[in-house]
């Protein structure tokens, strides 16, 4: 079911599949929900599904020149309580983990469990804040050329099926929302603290040929949380939607099922 709401008088898009427990699906940069479709539709078979395309993109529309981490968070937060859902598990793709993890931060009571899907709790160096001025300027000036560059960076080994998929996805957003996005994510605090306070567990998924979050950078993190798992794709960039989708779906329904059987305080 296609739905929409308000937050900050700005019109929010989202999916609704599936019934019981929930697991909200938030989606990386410079992508929209639509990614997420056929996992929503394989986890809807055993969960409700809520993905959401977080603000500026897809569907859903900007909220002033600004989009922070805090902000996406508290977007998902106002779209699940519309939904009178108090507790649920919460996986976000790249930067979708980046807002996971500002949602751990300001709502910790609604997670049962955080799932980082090529995802970092670090922030930007320098260097990669200069990046995203350089990302900011050919958004803006050189859309298509960004976008063809970006989305073949996804992968490690991209396919056409792969590659025209995605492509098509990222066409229907909007240049001011990645660009916001994209100042959001330059400005965004560093969050180990909040992995090693979490009170859930959490859920690594990580691609051995990851072109934007190199696996060697990124495995010191996976052992901060006090109730943590990691799975390494051996095939996949920073797509396991396509590189390695049974593997991924596997691990977050796995991972789910222990999440909810565990007693809720």
């Keep these: 079911m296609i739905s929409y709401t308000t937050f900050k008088n700005a019109r929010i898009h989202y999916s609704d599949q599936g019934e019981g427990r929930a697991i909200v699906l938030l989606h990386g940069f410079p992508l929209n ?13 055993h969960f409700r599904v809520i993905a959401i395309d977080l603000p500026g993109f897809g569907e859903s529309e900007s909220i002033g020149y600004f989009h922070s981490m805090e902000l996406m968070a508290q977007c998902v937060h106002e779209v699940m309580r519309k939904l009178n859902l108090r507790r649920y598990i919460v996986a976000g793709h790249s930067m979708g983990g980046y ?80 660009v916001e996005a994209t100042e959001g994510m330059k400005d965004r605090k560093d969050r180990e603290i909040i992995l090693r306070f979490s009170e859930y567990p959490v859920l690594f998924i990580y691609g051995k040929h990851d072109k ?45 099922n222990r999440c909810f059987r565990m007693p809720v305080e």
């Design 99 to 178: 807002a996971g993890l500002a949602f751990g931060e300001l709502f910790p009571e609604n997670l049962r469990g955080l799932i980082m899907f090529h995802s970092s709790s670090y922030q930007d160096s320098p260097e990669k804040k200069l990046d995203r001025d350089r990302s900011i300027e050919n958004i803006k000036k050189r859309t298509k050329t960004f976008l063809k560059a970006a989305t073949l960076n996804l992968f490690a080994n991209p396919k056409d099926e792969h590659l025209k998929k995605v492509r098509e996805i990222v066409s229907k957003n909007s240049v001011r929302g990645m």
């Design 212 to 256: 934007i979050l190199p696996l060697e950078k990124m495995l010191p993190q996976t052992e901060v949380p006090r109730d943590t798992e990691t799975v390494l794709l051996k095939n996949a960039g920073h797509m396991g939607f396509y590189e390695a989708k049974e593997e991924s779906l596997n691990a977050i329904i796995k991972f789910a």
């Design 33 to 45: 929900l639509q990614v997420w479709e056929e996992f929503s539709e394989e986890l809807s078979k």
